[in-house]
């Protein structure tokens, strides 16, 4: 099964703003609208932070956003935190696998 | 205060079997599409099967269908995983995690648990 594409690495400066870009398929990404993002610090659990695209749940800092475009899926960091630095996984609806759930590869967000 | 606790990983020989645990707490087990998810070490995150509420529908990816097993008693507030045939592949963190919306599936998750460790390994 495959995985959704994400850059292995990205970094930015406290204060400044960061995306990670998430691209699948028409099968996946692009053609449904349950694409979430979670944040995993290591040895913690992972926590959502967006669903539905664009969503937030509650208790989740406005500082975090989602967005769309074709088959590619973003998470954008607004005004960027020490402890922002974690990983980040996308994941979406598949049509094409029996468990219909797939995650990206994840990105490391390296706080400077 | 929603918590899932989850229990019984450890050191197992390739071949061998363990049944992980995730006890729940804070709300109705029964009310919730239940998934595991599972981290091997320098890897991503990955779902590696999901459960109705009832127990009648299960999901497994394809690197674990046909040796892993997913079951719920709601009565207990326990979810399960029935791990058969272990390889050094299945070496992970396993966590439990609860489906966003209540009653069906919504293809994420809201809450976690911390996870536990299973190493295969002779």
């Known amino acids: 099964q495959s995985t959704l594409t994400q850059p292995a690495s990205v970094s930015g400066s406290p204060g400044q703003s960061i995306t990670i870009s998430c691209t699948g398929t028409s099968s996946d990404v692009g053609g449904y609208d349950y694409v979430s993002w979670y944040q995993h610090h290591p040895g913690r659990a992972p926590k959502l932070m967006i669903y539905?695209?664009?969503r937030r749940p509650s208790g989740v800092s406005n500082r975090f956003s989602g967005s769309k475009s074709g088959n590619t899926a973003s998470l954008t960091i607004s005004a960027l935190q020490a402890e922002d630095e974690a990983d980040y996984y996308c994941s979406s609806y598949t049509k094409s696998n029996t468990l219909d759930v797939i995650f990206g590869g994840g990105t490391k967000l390296t706080v400077l | 205060e929603v918590q899932l606790v989850e229990s019984g990983g450890g050191l197992v020989q390739p071949g061998g079997s363990l049944r992980l645990s995730c006890a729940a707490s804070?709300?109705?087990?029964?009310?919730?599409?239940m998934y595991w998810v599972r981290h091997a070490p320098g890897k991503g995150l990955v779902w590696i099967s999901r459960i109705n509420t009832y127990g009648s529908i299960t999901d497994y990816a394809d690197s674990v269908k046909g040796r892993f097993t997913i079951s719920r008693d709601n009565a207990n507030n326990t979810l399960y995983l029935q791990m058969n045939s272990l390889r050094a592949e299945d070496t992970a963190v396993y966590y439990c995690?609860?489906?966003?919306?209540?009653?069906?599936?919504?293809?994420?998750?809201?809450?976690w648990g911390l996870g536990t460790r299973v190493t295969v390994s002779s």
């Open positions: 804070g709300f109705s087990l029964g009310g919730y599409w």
């Open positions: 995690a609860r489906d966003y919306c209540s009653g069906g599936t919504c293809y994420y998750a809201d809450y």
């Open positions: 539905d695209v664009n």
